[in-house]
């Protein structure tokens, strides 16, 4: 459509209402944070709020947990990305934590477990430039290492800020002789409202997309970070 189309032809109002929800995960990646342990093993923790602006990511954790105080003392960790289909294996990570005994603030039915990885049935990777483990089976694996740690106004939670090291892609999802991924082979894991999606048929790309260009609903877009 041209500009003068989209004027003519505005989308219909929504019907909003006010309300008060108690989470906000409004459909975010989810990522499995591989930090390393006080007697060198890796833990690993499912998270649902991280964002990447560049090759800085940011970072939402719970402040009571073994991932908050591993990266307080030992900074460096693997950003994984579990494609959709392992949604199961990290559900079976979500009512676990590394911490013995569990901290109070957890919620009911929390527990222990000293192997994260054999949990969830997943298999350590050795990093190249940090010392937690990849996860072997997450497609996108990101080495990386805190910068900057902080508590939020509550006091429940710590936002971390980590500059990215090394990227790791499983080789299908590199589109050939390039250094980037294919978003049509790329199938990552969505938390929304507590609930595992994947993703939808592909509707446009944006006009600043490297990739092959593939038939677009929409006649333009941006990266959200130019608006």
């Keep these: 459509m041209t500009g003068r ?5 505005p989308a219909p109002p929504l019907d909003h209402r006010t309300i008060d929800p108690k989470i906000l995960y409004f459909g975010t990646p989810v ?14 923790a499912p998270v649902s709020s991280a964002w990447a ?18 990266l307080a003392a030992r900074p460096e960790l693997v950003v994984n990305l579990p494609s959709a ?41 050795g990093s190249e430039l940090v010392a937690p483990q990849r996860v072997a089976e997450c497609p996108l694996q990101l080495e990386a290492r805190a910068s900057r740690l902080r508590s939020d106004g509550s006091g429940a939670f710590v936002v971390v800020e980590a500059d990215v090291l090394r990227v790791h892609a499983d080789r299908d999802l590199v589109v050939p002789g390039t ?8 199938h990552p894991l969505i938390y929304s409202f507590r609930h595992y999606f ?27 970070a130019d608006r």
């Design 31 to 44: 990522v499995l944070l591989s930090t390393l342990n006080e007697d060198g093993t890796s833990n690993l």
């Design 53 to 70: 602006l560049g090759r800085l990511l940011v970072l939402g954790l719970g402040a009571t947990g073994q991932t908050a105080r591993n």
């Design 179 to 186: 250094q980037h991924i294919d978003p049509a082979r790329w």
């Design 5 to 9: 189309e989209l004027r003519e032809h």
């Design 85 to 125: 289909d392992l949604w199961w294996r990290v559900e079976r990570l979500a009512p676990l934590t590394g911490r013995y005994p569990v901290p109070e603030g957890k919620p009911p039915g929390c527990r222990f477990a000293a192997d994260k990885f054999a949990a969830a049935g997943l298999t350590g990777q």
């Design 198 to 224: 994947g993703l939808g048929p592909q509707l446009g790309h944006s006009h600043r997309s490297e990739t092959t260009p593939r038939p677009a609903l929409h006649p333009t877009g941006s990266d959200a």
